[in-house]
């Protein structure tokens, strides 16, 4: 849906007006749920910041909340629509904040992997996806004993995972799937790529973890020259990546965080200390701007093209209409999905 006129051309300071003044008037039947690479004119309305297993979490608590605007992409809106109460309206101020990454695993695809692995193993192998992926995979991997996982929590969802069955197969990422199972000790030779455009079963016999051919940009983006760039800036700074970086750049950095984990470890470091962070460059400018008595500084600059659809001028627009009574970019999904996809998140929050 495009945005009127009458609100795409609001500067950010008349966004802000219509914002508060919306707010005030919703009261506590509004709750604005915001990602940590939103950029700072959304973050600054946020009721709650988190990363997408706080922002889960969060969903699943705000009973009290008649609307949940999330300030977030559109896989996390999902997320929340199906773990928040069955009257609560789900929002997403607009609806072309889509991660590149969740749309590289389809359901049909998964399913056509399942069956050629199967035929291999039998039962002996259970389906993990990333919080990054679309609901009606969450829902095949529910049906198949499966879970989700975030990048928060994904070894401890690996670690049940493998005490349920003998094979993981992880959706969509390549990246997040490897460098989780090497923490967990999996050797490399046993993590193997599912790559759906061209499969070859027969190559990942003695596999143990077979890891979706998927990828985000945003943090593939940072290289080793990167890194070796940074330590020969600032040889005494700590480097800090997401874990949906390759392994190679993993295993030069000095920790792989999930978001919050890098919000921890920035936080977390003495006074005086240099640090250099691998993810969206939102969060960390964010970062530097909050720990003053630290030099805080990007691996390299990469911004998360879908997170920035989410405008201040969308998100008035979204809560003008609101007050008004009127939904715009209403996140639903079909109950028989979501009976699936809800077992698949439940599997993963009993865990924590
Ligand atoms: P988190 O699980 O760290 O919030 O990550 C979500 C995401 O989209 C990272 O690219
Ligand atoms: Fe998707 Fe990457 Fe953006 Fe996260 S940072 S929403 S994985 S494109």
């Given at each position: 849906?495009?945005?009127?006129q ?7 300071q008349?966004?802000?007006?219509h914002i508060?003044?919306?707010k005030?008037?919703l009261g506590?039947?509004?709750?604005i749920?915001?990602h940590?690479y939103q ?6 309305f ?7 297993l706080?922002?889960?979490r969060r969903?699943?608590?705000?009973r009290?909340?008649?609307?949940i605007?999330?300030?977030g992409?559109d ?9 928040c109460?069955?009257?609560q309206?789900?929002?997403i101020p607009d609806?072309?904040a889509m991660?590149p990454m969740?749309a ?7 399913v056509l992997a399942?069956?050629?692995l199967?035929a291999?193993?039998?039962?002996d ?5 990333y919080?990054?992926?679309y609901?009606d995979l969450k829902a095949f991997?529910?049906e198949h004993?499966g879970a989700?996982?975030?990048s928060a ?5 690996l670690?049940?995972?493998?005490s349920?069955r003998?094979r993981?197969?992880f959706f969509p ?11 967990l000790?999996?050797?490399a ?7 759906p ?8 016999r003695?596999?143990r973890m077979?890891v979706?051919?998927?990828?985000c ?8 020259a ?9 040889p005494d ?5 997401h874990?949906e970086?390759?392994?190679?750049v ?10 919050s984990?890098?919000v921890?470890?920035?936080r977390?470091?003495p006074?005086?200390a240099t640090?250099a962070?691998g ?7 964010r970062?530097?701007?909050?720990n003053?008595?630290?030099t805080v500084?990007p691996?390299a600059?990469?911004?998360?093209g879908?997170m ?8 008035a627009?979204?809560l003008?209409?609101?007050t008004?009574g009127?939904f ?5 999904v079909?109950k ?6 809800n077992?698949?998140?439940e599997r993963?929050?009993a865990l924590?």
């Amino acid at each position: 849906m495009k945005l009127p006129q009458a609100y795409a051309s609001l500067s950010e300071q008349q966004a802000a007006e219509h914002i508060r003044a919306a707010k005030a008037a919703l009261g506590p039947d509004l709750v604005i749920l915001t990602h940590h690479y939103q950029r700072d004119s959304i973050v600054a309305f946020g009721d709650f910041v988190g990363d997408s297993l706080e922002l889960s979490r969060r969903a699943a608590q705000v009973r009290d909340a008649r609307y949940i605007v999330f300030c977030g992409v559109d896989f996390m809106a999902e997320t929340a629509a199906m773990l928040c109460g069955p009257k609560q309206v789900v929002l997403i101020p607009d609806r072309t904040a889509m991660c590149p990454m969740a749309a590289m695993a389809t359901r049909q695809q998964a399913v056509l992997a399942w069956d050629a692995l199967t035929a291999l193993w039998g039962d002996d192998l259970v389906p993990v996806t990333y919080q990054n992926s679309y609901a009606d995979l969450k829902a095949f991997c529910g049906e198949h004993g499966g879970a989700v996982c975030t990048s928060a929590n994904a070894q401890k969802v690996l670690q049940w995972a493998f005490s349920q069955r003998g094979r993981v197969i992880f959706f969509p990422d390549e990246h997040l799937g490897r460098n989780s199972a090497l923490a967990l000790g999996v050797p490399a030779s046993q993590i193997r790529v599912w790559d759906p455009d061209a499969p070859d079963p027969q190559a990942l016999r003695d596999a143990r973890m077979i890891v979706w051919k998927g990828f985000c940009h945003v943090h593939t983006r940072f290289t080793t020259a990167d890194v070796d760039a940074i330590r020969a800036r600032y040889p005494d700074a700590k480097i800090v990546v997401h874990p949906e970086c390759t392994a190679e750049v993993v295993a030069r950095s000095d920790a792989a965080a999930s978001t919050s984990g890098i919000v921890r470890y920035v936080r977390d470091l003495p006074a005086g200390a240099t640090v250099a962070i691998g993810t969206e460059i939102h969060l960390v400018e964010r970062l530097a701007a909050q720990n003053p008595d630290k030099t805080v500084v990007p691996l390299a600059r990469s911004q998360c093209g879908a997170m920035y659809r989410i405008t201040p001028q969308a998100l008035a627009y979204t809560l003008d209409e609101l007050t008004q009574g009127r939904f715009v970019n209403r996140v639903r999904v079909p109950k028989t999905i979501q009976k699936w996809a809800n077992k698949a998140l439940e599997r993963m929050l009993a865990l924590a």
